[in-house]
Nanobody
Framework: QVQPVESGGGLVQAGGSLRLSCAAPGNIFSISRMGWYRQAPGNQRELVATITSGGNTNYADSVKGRFTISRDNAKITVYLQMNSLKPEDTAVYYC??????????WGQGTQVTVSS
């Protein structure tokens, strides 16, 4: 199965910003939801933010007011704008696409490191 492709991770100082991008395979009408998840060393993977085909968004409490998820349907791409980054945001960030038929597809992940 073709995977989503993430980009935009990197190293940033606390208080800085990054924007992650994720291009999903398939066509936009086959995708019910896209989202970002993260996993820090020693921790379980956790939800960061999701956006449905109807544009409804959901955020983890820890990122509300700092992160914004958006999507470009023409490019079948979802973005995660991350502002006011904190060291505790350091993790591998994964993009996931949920399909109406056929389950979900996960990207390989992109590292985000926030230095104090």
């Amino acid at each position: 199965q073709v995977q989503p492709v993430e980009s935009g991770g990197g190293l940033v100082q606390a208080g800085g910003s990054l924007r992650l991008s994720c291009a999903a395979p398939g066509n936009i009408f086959s995708i019910s939801r896209m989202g970002w998840y993260r996993q820090a060393p020693g921790n379980q993977r956790e939800l960061v933010a999701t956006i449905t085909s109807g544009g409804n968004t959901n955020y983890a409490d820890s990122v509300k007011g700092r992160f914004t998820i958006s999507r470009d349907n023409a490019k079948i791409t979802v973005y995660l704008q991350m502002n006011s980054l904190k060291p505790e945001d350091t993790a591998v960030y994964y993009c996931a696409a949920d399909y109406w038929v056929g389950g979900s597809s996960w990207g390989q992940g992109t590292q985000v490191t926030v230095s104090s």
